[in-house]
């Protein structure tokens, strides 16, 4: 299979100033595009490294690096120390719920889109403690993760998008089943943001996607899938990082599903 050539979906920001409106004609562009870029990551064939996490609920997998390509450089505001590289892969996390919360375990479709597609970065940081956010205008946001001594607290600077679809009902499936994307891109600012002061600015990108099937016994699920890439930047070794992203990306579905079955179910 030949490399996936990336054009919006790279750590690599853009700046603040020139995100898109998001009631213009040119940010549906941009999201339609960065949809088709996610589709073809999730559509891989060469995830490897299967790895089990929260007693399966949590599955992750990892694609080589070799796997897409960018022709992408890092903006001259941005370059420090450790500049941005291309040795940090894409990390695929998927969980499946039953949509019936009578049942062990179980999460309706509803719970999820309250809790991920509304106030999406607001209520993150009411899941994950560790976080700040500081929000921004056209759907920007500063996110500011607190981490323990002697390690220096990140920031990222993102633009986070949600898109819900619109449902089909088909002879097959009378009722419409329903899905939602969340789109986070990378963005950087020409004047500094006051909170910001002390952190190391790292750099995020990642698609999440959650949707209602129908398993083979004719049951709902909700299928929440993830794609995304992390730099922490600063003194971390990449290698380092790398090796824990399976492990954060499926603590983060610990932690939403606890307190989504505090708050809502």
Known sequence: MSPIKLNHLTLFPIPLETVPATDSAEHATLCAAVLAEANLIFQANQWSSPKSHAQGLVQTSSLPLDATFHDHVEPDLLKKKKPLDDSIGWHLRTSTFPADDEVEGGVE????????????????????????????????????????????????????????TTPVATTEEPTPLRSFAVITLPVYESTPIKEDKGNVRGSFVAVDKVKEVRNSEGDLEVVWTSISQSAMCGSMPTSLAERNMPGNMASQVALFNHWLMEKWV
Do not use: D
């Open 109 to 164: 479709y509803k719970h999820f889109w309250e809790g991920l597609g509304e106030r999406h970065a607001e209520q993150e940081a009411e899941y994950m403690k560790s976080l700040k956010i500081v929000s921004l205008p056209n759907s920007c946001c500063l996110k500011i993760y607190n981490l323990p001594f002697p390690t220096t607290n990140r920031s990222f600077l993102v633009h986070v998008v949600v898109i819900q």
